[in-house]
């Protein structure tokens, strides 16, 4: 089998949670042998850096990148506002990408045009006309969900009408794309029952982000006191920055003169959070590596109030042993019990005697970090995960 994985960012550095589930679907494909050619867009935010790739990896895919400016143009963001395109998607159209997807289609013939996320499908037209391979559509998480929500948690008016009309254009985009695809490759559960509640035809199964194992090995924990809490996520993606702003401005004021740390680090750390490290908290903005960051501490904060589809970075913190406090919202997509492999906690109040019950009973950080782990083995091990894409390219 031949595929195409066309990509709106490299997959590598994985230095995101959109990189890494990229990343997950080329290495899985590679392991089971498929032939894999990868055309990406890369910008500004994620450049093209030959030295991050791992080894073979560009031998094995022939991945190319196509630079594209994907910064928001004041003049284009103001006419989508009057006109039907949705501006976060024709973002990442470019014409120089266009001329590259032809040429590559009409050089091979492939099975399989894989589109990672949304931001691809403006390209379906051209695949449609210099390809008869089937097209899957791998969707990372339903995209006017997350404008929605964010609108929703808003207090600004101006803002919640921005929002509210940027939510409602995806949503219009999203409704007729999804029936141009011939296949759907939803993250989760829930987004399936969405999709099909959107009248979706094509066929759809639920793919989640899957883990490669032997990358995590989760520390032997002692529930020691004090305990350390951390939070890690790019802070150029709203639902992240809004749930730090959270966390610093509500939860905080409640359990900073606790015997605790917290630590917090992620891409893009604005200036006035860098700014509020003291004794017993601690700003590390970006880090070499996630995974060495979060196997240092004790439990995830993740009071995640907007999003969708899956948080990779609660798998990850899951799959390295560690207890997560999280919102309903963070856990989507995650087939978790409440209090057995995860605290779910909706509000301030919630969170904070969540930490109470962790400081008064660190054993429970153990029992815990060590459900989560035995959940990321049983259900989210990429190995296995890719053999029913695998199945569901055949049948398409």
Known sequence: MK?????????????????????????????????????????????????????????????????????????????????????NISRFFSPDYSKRLTEILEENTFDIVHLESLFMTPYISIIRKYSKAKIVLRSHNLEHLIWQRLANSTGNKAKKIYLKHLASKLKKYEHATINEVDGIAAISFEDTKKFKKMDCEPPIITIPFGINLGKYKPLKKTAELPLSFFHIGAMDWEPNKEAINWLLDDIWPSIKSKDISLHLAGRKMPNYIKVLSEDNLHIYAEVKSAIDFMRKYDVLIAPL?????????????????KTIITTKIGAEGINYKNGENIIIANSSDDIVAAIDKLIANPSEISRIGDNARRLVEEQYDNSKIMKDLLKFYENL
């Open 3 to 87: 595929v195409l994985q066309l990509s709106n960012k490299p997959p590598q550095p994985t230095v995101d949670g959109g990189c890494i589930a990229i990343n997950n679907i080329s290495t899985g494909l590679i392991d089971l042998n498929i032939d894999l050619q990868i055309l990406t867009i890369c910008t500004e935010k994620h450049p093209f850096l030959y030295e991050a790739f791992s080894e073979g990896f560009i031998d094995k895919t022939e991945i190319e990148a196509i630079f594209v400016d994907t910064r928001v143009n004041v003049i284009d963001a103001f006419s989508a506002l009057v006109t039907a395109d949705s501006y």
């Open 305 to 321: 109030l907007s999003g969708s589809g899956m948080r990779v970075k609660i798998i990850e913190a899951m799959a390295l042993g």
